[in-house]
């Protein structure tokens, strides 16, 4: 009976120490030490509050749902790369160390106090309300618009007579001087205005003769009762053409012509106008008023007066694209599109530079250059044997056109300056 009891209570130790009792202990023990390696099964039920004393080895993953809100200790040592969900709500302090590149999406409202370092590219969007500088740029822009082509005419042979009047010219040894100058000032002063062709103007007046004597010559004080003392003089006249070669030159000056002797009749012919050289007379040249009571009046003369064109200006050169194109003319005949462009891009004041830029290829002739292709003591210069074997320069005289149009771009006087430009590689 005790060997059968023995062995009932071996058995019951070996299905025990198989399984979890079915009635679970109420007083389980405690173990003094964790186990060295984890369950192979965990707990369905974790515990509802994390460990006082973390793991000192983090899981090699990290959690699937992040905690909701930041740490109040940040980290000491942040994050190499940022954060793909930047944050909506900007620092309350800037960075001591402002980003290298500007923001994709520029502020709607700019800062009250500029930067101390502006930027070194202009905004793509110039601003609506540009500032206004005050000073003018020391430096103008390059190049100016080309000026209208004009024509200067000398007009000769006017004629201003005095009627009875008597000229103080004893008393006055410049006295024709004077009334030259005070004639200048008030008929070009009347006749300006009235100009209203545009690039018309009157530059200049000179008193040329008194009663058929030269002004150079001294003149006595006539008393002239039943004469007329005649004054003749010229006017330098400028016009504006109102096409680019002032072939229009001669109808411009007519018109010219026919505006001034009416105009200059209706001047000198009024006592407005003796009235403004006395005036002149006295207040610029310091003559007695007194002095010129014998000037009692002013009529126009009965003079032809004779012009002469002076000089068609600027005449520049272009290139002759309509014509022969082989190279830059200067006729004033350059289409209109031409000479609202600033010069240096069709218009040139110099054949070489026009020949540069349109004709490089036909330089010589364009420049009108004669063997061009020879050097300083008439040897042949070099060139790169591009079309030949392609390894050093030749100076044989069988370089293409282009090249003799142009040696001074493509040929050299020396065959060292030519393989170091053009053969560097092979030296």
Same mark, same amino acid.
């Given at each position: ?39 192979? &099964? /965990? $707990? %369905?039920? !974790? @515990?509802?509050? =994390? +460990? ?5 080895? #983090?899981?090699?993953?990290? *959690? ?40 994709? &999406? /520029? $502020? %709607?409202? !700019? @800062?009250?106090? =500029? +930067? ?5 590219? #202009?905004?793509?969007?110039? *601003? ?40 103080? &010219? ?6 024709y001087t004077f009334l030259g100058d005070a004639m200048e000032t008030e ?170 830029r349109h004709y490089s290829w036909n330089y010589n002739e364009c420049a ?60």
């Open positions: 009976m005790k060997f059968t009891a023995l062995i009932t209570a071996l058995l019951a130790s070996s299905a025990y120490a198989q399984g979890p009792s079915d009635p679970p202990s109420l007083a389980p023990s405690k173990s003094s030490a964790p186990s060295d390696a984890p369950s192979e &099964v /965990p $707990s %369905l039920k !974790p @515990s509802a509050a =994390p +460990s006082d004393e973390p793991s000192l080895k #983090p899981s090699a993953e990290p *959690s699937l749902l992040p905690s909701l809100a930041p740490s109040d200790a940040p980290s000491l040592k942040p994050s190499a790369e940022p954060s793909l969900e930047p944050s909506l709500k900007p620092s309350a302090s800037p960075s001591d160390v402002p980003s290298l590149q500007p923001t994709d &999406v /520029p $502020s %709607l409202t !700019p @800062s009250a106090q =500029p +930067s101390d370092a502006p930027s070194d590219l #202009p905004s793509v969007s110039p *601003s609506m309300a540009p500032s206004v500088s005050a000073a003018p740029s020391s430096t103008p822009s390059a190049p100016p618009t080309r000026p209208e082509p004009q024509i200067e005419i000398d007009f000769t042979g006017f004629c201003l007579n005095f009627v009875n009047s008597t000229l103080p &010219v004893a008393t006055y040894t410049n006295f008929i070009i002063n009347y006749l300006n205005p009235k100009l209203t062709t545009p690039g018309q103007r009157i530059l200049s007046l000179a008193i040329t003769e008194i009663d058929g004597n030269a002004v150079g010559r001294r003149l006595e004080e006539r008393q002239l009762a039943d004469r007329l003392t005649e004054v003749k003089y010229d006017l330098t006249f400028e016009q504006f053409c109102t096409r680019g070669n002032c072939d229009d030159a001669t109808q411009l000056t007519q018109a010219a012509l026919d505006f001034l002797i009416t105009n200059v009749a209706t001047l000198v012919n009024s006592t407005a106008f003796l009235e403004a050289l006395k005036n002149d007379l006295v207040t610029n040249h310091n003559i007695d008023l007194a002095d010129l009571n014998g000037m009692e009046k002013t009529q126009s003369g009965g003079c032809t007066p004779t012009f002469v064109v002076n000089s068609i200006f600027p005449m520049m050169y272009y290139p002759d694209w309509a014509g022969a194109n082989k190279g830059c003319i200067a006729d004033g005949k350059e289409d209109e599109y031409m000479r609202l462009n600033p010069e240096g891009y069709y218009l040139f004041d110099k054949l070489v530079d026009c020949c540069s009108g250059i004669d063997n061009a292709a020879l050097g300083p003591d008439g040897e042949a210069l070099y060139y790169p044997d591009w079309e030949g074997e392609n390894k050093s320069c030749k100076n044989d005289g069988g370089q293409p056109e282009y090249m003799s149009n142009n040696p001074t771009a493509w040929m050299f006087e020396t065959l060292e300056a030519c393989c170091t430009a053009r053969y560097s590689w092979n030296m």
